[in-house]
């Protein structure tokens, strides 16, 4: 990141702002600029046919769930232009930045013509493309990526025109499952290829594995740890070959595996540029020009929990720092304070949220002194009807419990804790501070102790020594043995190979079986009746550990192959 610069104490009036890229980020900014300075003119251009559209809403619309493409415009040129005194110029694309004379070279997009606009101020908000690597086939019609309306458009036609029936989507992140869910909701057929073992990259594997689990519920055939390697034309659609030579057979392919920073207009200005290819910047979107501001998927952003410098395509994200550049060019004291990556997407109706880091993104980092405890709490009280179950898993550091981060999965309340949650990490909150959370209750909703609150309170009892951890990867591989604390029934039906079964109510009475057997990783269904276990066998000077999360977690943990 680059260091500030004094912040300028007078603002010239009448300055020229050009903004490239008028959707999330460069809309923002405009928007903001001129809630803040009346005398500026502002002229947003972008090499699209419309400006501050809804990207996030584009899978839906492909999905018929928002049927009139109007729903996707946010704000017209029009509105920019009566409301705001904001010219949009759209068809227009930016080309060159000759920085010395403050001249931005655009092209009409329609005529090709060049001409030179002059600035004071510029703004590159013009976001992040589609990967589309350079494997055969990949320029085929019919092979589609999703980055703006006339895409969506196309698929949509595409799908009309040959009575489509069966997609492959290549890429099983957030837009690629949307891209699922939206297909299937039209009626085809989905096959999502992934080149690693799990879907959702972001969440840790065993954390992600419901979510597959979900879609082969709901029909979506997955083909995980398998890249792309070719597209061939046949028979009217595609096969789509696989690296480890599997053929899919398509009507049409969604290329979704990732986006990079657009950020070859800058690079070609000479303009710093990040290890990650993004737009280098400072807190207030500067980049090491005095002249020219960046923000959005273009540029390179702080991670607050791993302290790195990251590209993350989010538009949250790009809205505020949209705000931060008209702030700070309006002369204004202003700062973003990094990303922490909190991030949701609903799958077919399940929903997958995160915050902060991953366990994988912690360790990628070289942070060694953190640890991880699950919950499956119901989303709300279990004497309500209804309550479903989320898969809950909370990373914080040791000794101080600051939270890093958090996972959650399940079909309903799913978003709400990881946003308590989020706005913790954002504090800087602690394990204690999630445990002492004072949240809505009432028993539709929530319950007395939430999820977020029992998250804290695990992690406390894990801090505070109550509550040893065993380590889930050490299992079958040291010495220590599997009790089992849940009831004959439930240990019968599915356990970890190699448990003994002492069920809870009986501990007291068969202590003596145990006195002798070493040390124990306690597991029971989901980790609460360990725990009551734990805290009797160590009080009772037994070496005893919980396997947090219980039988839950492990079936996830196998499901994810680990
Ligand atoms: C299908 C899809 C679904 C998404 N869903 C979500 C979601 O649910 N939640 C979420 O947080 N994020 C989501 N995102 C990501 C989010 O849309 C982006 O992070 C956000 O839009 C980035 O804002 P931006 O201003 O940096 O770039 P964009 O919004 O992409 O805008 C950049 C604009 O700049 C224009 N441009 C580029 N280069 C030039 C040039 N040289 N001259 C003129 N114009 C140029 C482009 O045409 C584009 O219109 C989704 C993205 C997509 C594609």
Not at 176 to 198: C, F, P, S, W, Y
Not at 335 to 361: C, D, L, N, P, Y
Not at 398 to 419: C, F, H, N, T, Y
Request: glycine share 12%; with cysteine.
């Amino acid at each position: 990141m680059i260091p500030l610069r004094p912040l300028r104490t007078s603002t010239p009036t009448s300055l020229r702002v050009l903004i490239v890229g008028g959707v999330a980020g460069g809309a923002s900014c405009a928007a903001r600029l001129r809630r803040l300075d009346e005398t500026c003119e502002i002229v947003l251009l972008d090499r699209g046919a419309y400006v501050s559209f809804a990207n996030c809403g584009l899978p839906y619309f492909v999905g018929n769930v928002i049927a009139d493409e109007k729903n996707l415009l946010v704000a017209s040129a029009d509105l920019f232009r009566d409301r705001f005194r904001i010219e949009v110029r759209t068809g227009t694309e930016a080309v060159a930045i000759d920085r010395a004379r403050q001249v931005l070279t655009i092209r009409d997009v329609a005529s090709g013509a060049t001409r030179e606009e002059s600035y004071d101020s510029l703004v590159l908000a013009p976001g992040a493309s589609p990967v589309r690597p350079a494997l055969p086939g990949i320029e085929l019609d019919g092979v589609f990526a999703v980055r703006s309306i006339p895409d969506t458009r196309r698929i949509r036609a595409w799908i009309d025109d040959r009575d489509a029936r069966r997609a492959v989507v290549i890429g099983g992140g957030f837009i690629g499952l949307e891209m699922a869910e939206n297909l299937a909701h039209r009626g085809l057929d989905i096959t999502v290829l992934e080149k690693l073992e799990q879907v959702m990259p972001p969440l840790d594997p065993e954390m992600a594995a419901p979510v597959a689990e979900h879609l082969r519920s709901k029909g979506v055939t997955l083909v995980l740890g398998d890249g792309l390697a070719r597209i061939e034309a046949r028979g009217g659609g595609f096969a789509v070959v696989t690296e480890a030579g599997v053929t899919l057979e398509a009507d049409l392919v969604i290329l979704a595996i990732g986006v990079r920073p657009e950020s070859a207009l800058a690079r070609d200005a000479g303009l710093k540029i990040g290890p990650r290819g993004g737009i280098v910047v400072d807190a207030r979107m500067q980049t090491d020009d005095p002249h020219i501001w960046a923000v959005g998927d273009a540029i390179e952003v702080h991670d607050v929990i791993t302290g790195q410098e990251v590209v993350l395509p989010l538009a949250g994200p790009a809205n505020r720092q949209g705000r931060i550049a008209a702030e700070s060019i309006a002369g204004r004291e202003t700062g973003f304070r990094g990303i922490q990556a909190t991030a949701v997407v609903g799958v077919m109706g399940m929903t997958a949220a995160s915050t902060g880091a991953s366990e994988k993104g912690l360790r990628r980092a070289g942070v060694t002194n953190f640890e991880k405890v699950y919950l499956h709490p119901g989303h709300h009280a279990g004497y309500y009807p209804g309550a479903k179950p989320i898969h809950l898993k909370l990373l914080f550091s040791v000794p101080d419990g600051r939270v890093l981060g958090a996972q959650a999965v399940g079909l309903e309340g799913v978003a709400k804790r990881i946003d308590v949650i989020a706005a913790a990490v954002q504090f800087g909150g602690t394990v204690h501070d999630l445990a002492e959370a004072e949240l809505c209750y009432a028993p539709q909703y929530g319950a007395a102790k939430d999820p977020v609150n029992l998250a804290g309170m695990i992690a406390a009892n894990v801090l505070n020594g109550d509550m040893p951890l065993a380590d889930w990867e050490a299992i079958g591989h040291d010495a220590t043995v599997v009790l089992d604390v849940r009831e004959p029934g439930e240990f019968s039906a599915g356990a970890i190979p190699g448990a003994i079964n002492i069920p809870l109510s009986e501990l007291r009475s068969r202590f003596g079986e145990l006195t002798a057997r070493g040390s124990f990783d306690v597991c029971c269904g989901v980790g609460q009746r360990a725990y009551y276990a734990v805290r009797f066998l160590r009080q009772n000077g037994i070496d005893a550990r919980t396997l947090s999360g219980g039988y839950a977690t492990w079936k996830m943990r196998k499901a994810a192959g680990l």
